[in-house]
């Protein structure tokens, strides 16, 4: 079981967490991963902001961000395992070096290699409640770690993983994976199931609902993940129709062509302009910005009439954006180009959905949408189950309403 930082935002919520998880482990052995109250994660960042420039722009690790922002789940997995207790519940709290929940040293989005969970599952098995800080790792040389902003999903899909649990229940406040953002649109549906692969493209497009990360490792492993409300008294809502399972392709009988609408706000597009037309231009454009590791997303490359006339578009993630300048800036004789340009000003909308393989017209619905309600379209990129198209960001609830309505997934 994972709870979320709403669901934990306080000593009430808490509370109502601990019934949920007396009444879970009255029936079998539970893990339970926990995120920090809700905004702590934010106002640690904003705490080690305010303590100086990041220690990347200096050249230096970024372990000290990791020691701060960690430290909001240790609070609330103590407090979870203290009010367990009160109720007459054994149970302990587990912080991710205690079990060790081992990553590598990339520090503010680290990857877990391994979780040797012995001990763990001791104590499981011994009938303890294990109450665990979700974010958070150790490398091998003893240094605190955290999996990125959202990250106690993965933590709590890679222990279900490794503990070989029998499902990862992720508790939220939503009762589901939804169409699109129910924030944004009163009208999404909940999805009774849906796909690993969509959902993977979902939460990578934007739908915060889950962890990337949490659901590549649930897929890589066979993890059946269901999303639900934590936001309920034990024995409510409760069957298997609540929530959202999200598992492979074959277990949905439902065939729908697009399962959801996405949108990201966290893009800057880079243009750049006279580049010369002739083999290596690219190489020599993104060699150094993988190398840099900074993700390019979308990349457009316009032909050129002329020599020197050729355009060249890619998207970065906003807080990438002032780093790839920089890198590309540094190369410009190299790569030959005249000009350059950044905007932060555009979203990405994307739609998902595993029938387009076998369906044509997607691509034809989502532009006839967008030019319907006069929303421009700046770049393009597909793959075989998903079309995003980035424009203006002022245009964005107008797009994910539109495109939910194009393909009928509107609530009736
Ligand atoms: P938690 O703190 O529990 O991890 P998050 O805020 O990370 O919760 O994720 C839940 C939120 O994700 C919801 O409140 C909702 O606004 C947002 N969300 C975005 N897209 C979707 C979607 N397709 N379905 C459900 N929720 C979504
Ligand atoms: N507390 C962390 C964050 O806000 C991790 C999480 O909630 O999943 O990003
Ligand atoms: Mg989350």
Known sequence: MKFGGTSVADLERIRRVARLVAAEAATRPVAVVVSAMAGKTNELVAWTDAAGPAAESLGLSDDEYDTVVASGEQVTAGLLAMTLRNMGIPARSWLGWQIPILTDAAHGRARIDEIPAEALTA??????????????????????????????????????????AAVCDIYTDVDGVYTTDPRIESRARRLKKISYEEMLEMASLGAKVLHTRSVEMAMAHGVPVRVLSSFVEPGEGQGPDVGTLVCEEEEIMEKRIVSGVTFSRDEAKISLFGLPDH???????????????????????SHARAEGAANM??????????RAVEIVRAAQAEIGFADLSVDEDVAKVSVIGVGMRSHAGVAKTMFGALAEKGVNI???????????????????????????????????
């Not at 597909?382 to 309505?405: F, G, N, P, Q, W």
């Open 123 to 164: 104590a499981i098995d011994g009938g303890e409640v294990a109450v665990i800080a979700g974010f958070q790792g150790v490398t091998r040389e003893g240094r605190l770690t955290t999996l990125g902003r959202g990250g106690s999903d993965t933590t709590a899909v890679a222990l279900a993983a490794a503990v070989k």
């Open 279 to 301: 083999p290596g231009v690219s190489s020599r454009l993104f060699g150094p910005l993988a190398e840099a590791n900074v993700n390019v997303d979308m990349i457009v490359q």
């Open 313 to 322: 578009e890619f998207t970065v993630g906003k807080r990438d954006a002032a």
């Open 378 to 412: 700046q770049v393009i990129s597909t793959s075989e189950i998903k079309i995003s198209v980035l424009i203006d960001a002022a245009y964005t609830e107008l797009a994910v309403r539109a495109l939910h309505a194009a393909y009928g997934l509107d609530q009736v």
